[in-house]
């Protein structure tokens, strides 16, 4: 199980559908570069594209971790490790990545 519990965790009492837009702003396309020390930590995640990089970024603020290990499950969220990593380095792919500290959520554009 993975704790999704950052100190900058939102409460509980904010509303979900104001974290989304916020995470919104936090969204942005980063060479694999960038991303790349933060599959070193572990910290890493891919997100299916059916889903919303936003809508999984307010499930690790709100520290849904039910439905976060849902998606881990399932498939549609993929913690990245080294075999992952490998394909990507010394690429110039863009992702698409949205910081939830300490964590960042990717998908390739």
Known sequence: MISIDPPEAASSAEDPGSNREKLANYTGRVPWSYLAPHAAKGSL?????????????????????????????????????????????????????????????????
């Open 45 to 109: 995640f891919f997100v299916d594209p059916a889903l919303a990089i936003e809508e999984v970024g307010a499930a690790f603020a709100d520290n849904r971790a039910d439905q976060v290990e849902a998606w881990l499950k399932s498939g549609d969220l993929v913690k990245i490790e080294e075999l992952h990593a490998a394909q990507w380095n010394g690429t110039d792919t863009e992702f698409e990545a949205l910081v939830v500290t300490p964590f960042v959520l990717c998908r390739p554009v």
